[in-house]
């Protein structure tokens, strides 16, 4: 028995846990573009990475310190990837750590922007020197990691434990945009004074990944710095693995929503639901079809309930399907029937009104097995295109 | 020995075949929307088709008919897919055979439009009642058969052999769009006098397929009712195998260029070079990724040398690559080289000069093997946006 609860807050409402968020002068309009997180003691870190064979040097230098590490300071900065950058991007990391006056245990460095540019050293160091490390400023820091983003993403939980001890969870993130197919980086920072062991921690990333950030993106196709960062300085002395593991989930799943609810441009979410497949992973194959195709997105952003492309989309994923056996409904409106074609006029009506809620699900039934699996997608319209045909300019 | 040279012409300009397009009444706004190809004496006939796991009903009828087979008569038509529509749609293309009353030797039916409705079979029975079977009117059918296409797609060559002899082949084609991810079917009618044996088509469409309409659509992503179809009625009495297999990949690499310049609202065509890869598996899958990528599509509009976002998705795409070994060019201009980023202020400029092209290669040498694949893509720009958010009403 435990609760968790949605508390109001930042992650620097954990306790032992500092943070910031400044203008370093790497956007050109001003807004925050570097912050911190700060442990007075060492605290210990797990991360989950992008698959991308061209990792950024932030992640190759994360993963130098080895298996299981503890640190006191991750450097944020946005507009600036650090990647492709060979092995001068591993040298600027180094060099900026080693121009910072304040006692530095494995510190660790984290980017988002533009891929195949250096980074700016002389403007990051002396933002970094400029840091308070008794600051807690969490919605400054959830600021300066935006890119794309319209809005910062945070959350905080509160868990009870059954012997009377509690902890706290929270996040910050970014991401905007489909993720994939466009490759947006995602980072999440995530935040507990839970006594949760290393093991725990990597189990907990991995398993937890597959049904919200990996819901939202397909594995391996990602953007080269993505990254899923957990941080945890044991300050309650509380923990319980069903308990953590849930929170953390929950802490995952707030922040894939947001993501995919900020999609470059977007205004609705759906969620593609595949039900009753041959197998799990037949399921995963179809809904993250669904929620990448650009047909679909397009189809979701003219309001138009135009099933023959959710079919044909999974049909050409190539799973086990039968038209004799697929039932599609939007919501709870039943558009195609196995094999007939259900879509009157009056349907038609019934279905472009779900459409036209900012939030629904479309739900494919293949009536073949018990494989199940929800993938969650936003609408493509003209905005997206903007951002991205002028994204780097 | 053999020359190959292209001609003015339709389809109908080689002996035997006759073609005509008429308006049916299923395209609103009263442009062609029904036509067909006849030969008075039966010809040799064979296809491939999408691998779509849900293949529209016109597909399965033809294979209906088994492995080697001859037609008199193919009747398509635009608007509708006839796809999604279960027994009923192969019941549809029988009860409209049945009505016409002309002599009909195994006809073929093939369809594109909307997936989801049923046939206007009165419609489409009145309309093929009215064909004038002795037309030789190639462009009126090359713009029945037209969706979202900007313009008709055919070409005709004459193929001279060494013994004097020669042969025609031509073609007629509709599809528009990026044809993957977005799913735009694709037919393609190609006619020849060419006295081909039945295998030597088969292989030819095969073998051809993979380096032209494979190059600018992924394996198994496709339309329900992607279809190339081969129509030989050996009336030249000339063949040989090497000359005619040359000819039709002529003919399939000209319909799918014309395709993936027609891309829905497309401006640019890129041809994505992938060389020096560990193995031609892996220069086809980085290839078609690149040609796939939003954010790559994005970019091409935007006339930016976003080399990042091409790097990204080579390493998204899991196949062997190192950054150290990694050269990316804009035709001839170096943006990145082995790890060094070469991307000056100048070399920013020249390449986005390059950028403002119609057509340009981005060549991406992994310096890792012989591996090599050519896939082509378009930029993705408002009026795709446009075109697929309204394309159903």
Redesign the interface.
Known sequence: MFTIMPIKGFIDDIDGFYCDGIHAGLKPNGNNDLGFIYTKEACNVKAVFT?????AAPLKHFQNYGENFQTNFVLINSKN?N??????GLEDIDNIFSQLDFELINPIMSSTG?????LPIEKLVKGAKSFDLNAKNGENLSRAIMTTDAYPKTCLYEVKLEDGSSFKIGAVAKGAG?IN???ATMLCFVCTDANVPFEDMQESLLTNSQTTFNAISVD?????NDTVMLLANAKSNSYNKEAFFEALRLVMHDMAMLMVADGEGAKKVAAFEVINAANNEEAEIAAKALS????VK??L??E?P????I???????????D??KLVISYNDVIV?NK???T?TTEVEEKAGQVLQNDKYKVICDLGLGEGTFTAYGCD???E???I??????
Not at 114 to 118: A, E, F, L, Q, T
Not at 292 to 295: C, D, G, K, Q, V
Not at 313 to 320: D, H, M, P
């Open positions: 698959k991308n064979k061209f990792q990837a990647a492709m950058t060979g092995s001068k533009v891929i195949g540019n250096r489909m197919p466009n490759l391996g196709d990602t953007s080269t990448n195709s650009l047909l397009t189809a952003f003219g138009d135009n099933f023959g492309r079919a044909s989309t999974i049909g050409a994923s190539q799973i086990t399907c038209e004799e195609f094999g007939e074609i879509f493509l319209g003209y997206y295109v903007k991205n045909a002028d994204y780097r300019t």
